[in-house]
C-alpha cells in the first residue's frame, strides 16, 4: 500500500528535551511538508522540502529543525527552544513541483505532549 | 496575501438534514480552493478541489462546493447529513509558487441522531 506513515502516534517529552519525529513516505513524491496544529486553529506550515537535500523554513520554523537526506524521508525535530511544543503535527507529501497543483496527502499524525 | 475565513467553528445538524459549511476567501488572482475533511486523531482527506474549472465542485461522500467569485465565497454542502460526517473541515488556499496551503481555522460539525 502506498502511503505516508508517522510515528510516534504519541510522544511524549520532558522540557528541555528534543524529540525526533518520522515520516516516510512510499509515494515516490518529491515534496513534503510539516504541519503544527492547535486546537481552535488551522494547520501552520513549519518546514518544507521541495527535493532531497533542500528545505525551506515555513511559517513557524522557531525551535524546530529537519533534514531531508532521502527521498522518502523527512524527519523533524523539536527543540528544546521551542516554548510551546504541545500540538498534533501532520506530515504531507505531494507530486512533482513545478506545476499549478499537487495534491498533498496527509500522514495520520503524531500527538506530542510536553510534560 | 492569501486567506481563507470559515465563518462557523461549530456547526451541529440532525441527521438526514442539509450541512452548509461557509467559507470565504482573500486573494489578488483567480485561487485554488480545496476542502479537506479530518477525522479525530487523523490525518487530512481531501475532499474536493476547484482549479478554474467548473464553478460547482463535486467531491467524494456526497459533498460538493459552488465557487462564487462575485461572493467570494467556497461553501460545502451535503443534501442529506449521515452520522459518520462527524469531523472538522478545512477550506484551504492554494498559495502559489511552492505548493503551500493557507488553512481556515476549521469548522467542526456535528450530527445528531
Known amino acids: 500500500d502506498g502511503g505516508i506513515t508517522q510515528s510516534p502516534k504519541y510522544l511524549f517529552r520532558k522540557e528541555g528535551q528534543n524529540v525526533t519525529l518520522s515520516c516516510e513516505q512510499n509515494l515516490n513524491h518529491d515534496a513534503m511538508y510539516w504541519y503544527r496544529q492547535d486546537p481552535g486553529q488551522g494547520l501552520r506550515l513549519i518546514y518544507y522540502?521541495?527535493?532531497?537535500?533542500?528545505?525551506q523554513k515555513g511559517d513557524i520554523a522557531e525551535g524546530y529543525s529537519v533534514s531531508r537526506e532521502k527521498k522518502e524521508s523527512f524527519p523533524l525535530t523539536v527543540t528544546s527552544a521551542q516554548k510551546n511544543p504541545t500540538a498534533f503535527y501532520l506530515c504531507?507529501?505531494?507530486?512533482?513541483?513545478?506545476?499549478?497543483?499537487?495534491?498533498?496527502?496527509f500522514g495520520p499524525g503524531t500527538r506530542l505532549t510536553v510534560l | 496575501a492569501q486567506s481563507v475565513t470559515q465563518l462557523d467553528s461549530h456547526v451541529s445538524v440532525s441527521e438526514g438534514t442539509p450541512v452548509l459549511l461557509r467559507c470565504n476567501y482573500s486573494?489578488?488572482?483567480?485561487?485554488?480552493l480545496f476542502w479537506y475533511v479530518q477525522h479525530p486523531n487523523k490525518g487530512l482527506q481531501l475532499l474536493l478541489k476547484?482549479?478554474?474549472?467548473?464553478?460547482l465542485v463535486k467531491g467524494i461522500n456526497g459533498f460538493e462546493a459552488e465557487f462564487k467569485k462575485s461572493e467570494t465565497s467556497f461553501h460545502l454542502t451535503k443534501p442529506s447529513a449521515h452520522m459518520s460526517d462527524a469531523a472538522e473541515y478545512f477550506c484551504v488556499v492554494f498559495s502559489g509558487g511552492y505548493n503551500k496551503l493557507i488553512f481556515g481555522a476549521g469548522t467542526r460539525l456535528a450530527v445528531h441522531p
Open positions: 522540502s521541495q527535493i532531497v537535500n533542500d528545505f
Open positions: 504531507a507529501s505531494s507530486g512533482p513541483s513545478g506545476v499549478s497543483y499537487n495534491e498533498q496527502f
Open positions: 486573494s489578488s488572482y483567480s485561487p485554488s
Open positions: 476547484y482549479t478554474s474549472a467548473a464553478t
